[in-house]
């Protein structure tokens, strides 16, 4: 799966296997979750600290979140994001 953001341990990536509703992966230490872009309705566990900065990064760059996830969708490789600082 392809990598488009990397943060404070947080890896986030977008599987070109994908299915629908749109989504993407993050993992955090031994800690792995989906996040539904439609209302950032998690799935899986992740540390609430983690959790917040994530979905902080998730709302400062949804269009480029939706823009990657129909470029996967497409077969073609997601463009990288910038990084919460």
């Known amino acids: 799966m392809p990598e488009i953001s990397s943060f404070y ?4 990536y977008i599987n070109f296997r994908e299915h629908n509703p749109p989504h993407f992966h993050a ?3 031994e800690f792995k ?3 539904y872009l ?3 309705i998690v799935e899986g566990k992740f540390p609430k600290r983690a959790l917040q900065m994530l ?7 949804k269009d480029e979140l939706i823009a990657d996830w129909n470029l996967a969708m497409d077969k073609k490789l997601p463009q990288k994001i910038e990084p919460l600082r």
């Open 9 to 12: 341990g947080i890896r986030v």
């Open 27 to 29: 993992e955090y230490a």
């Open 33 to 35: 979750i989906i996040v």
């Open 38 to 40: 439609d209302g950032w």
């Open 55 to 61: 979905l902080e990064w998730a709302e400062l760059h």
